[in-house]
């Protein structure tokens, strides 16, 4: 009987087909379905014409730092005893550049809800700051 050698190249050309196939359905990193990229920065301001001060940290991945004083503290030093720190949520919906901000810790949630400009540059819209169950809604500027 004599032996063929198509067995070896059948051999290679199915460990090469399972090679490509098994690339072929590699996973593709995840891309967040939001548009938090390119937004971060440091925005502060005021919240409506009182003198606190407040600002927050918008980071890349979709969190946020809050920052606010009812005692004082400037938001130029954010480690003052008078600046409180919260960490939290923003989302920002394209076309209509809508911004929410959620962030709370313990019995205090604080709403951003606002108009982010397209240059990302200052967000303008209503704050909500609730404790203990009462809600206290204001008009709030910041920029960056």
Not at 33 to 52: C, D, E, H, Q
Not at 85 to 94: A, F, L, N, P, Q
Not at 99 to 111: A, S
Request: aromatic share 12%; with cysteine.
């Amino acid at each position: 009987m004599k032996a063929t050698k198509t067995f070896p190249l059948f051999q290679a050309i199915t460990v090469l087909l399972i090679c490509i196939s098994l690339n072929a359905c590699k996973k593709d990193a995840e891309t967040p379905n939001n548009n938090n990229n390119n937004n971060g920065g440091f925005f502060k301001g005021n919240i409506a014409s009182n003198p606190w001060e407040h600002g927050c940290i918008l980071r890349d991945n979709g969190t946020a730092r809050y920052y606010v004083s009812f005692s004082g503290g400037a938001m130029t030093d954010t480690a003052n005893v008078n600046v409180s720190k919260y960490e939290g949520t923003y989302t920002i919906v394209s076309g209509v550049d809508s911004i929410y901000i959620n962030c709370n810790q313990g019995d205090n949630d604080f709403k951003l809800k606002g108009t982010i400009n397209s240059a990302r540059t200052s967000i303008n819209g209503t704050w909500a700051y609730t404790t203990f169950g009462i809600t206290n809604t204001l008009p709030f500027s910041m920029a960056k």
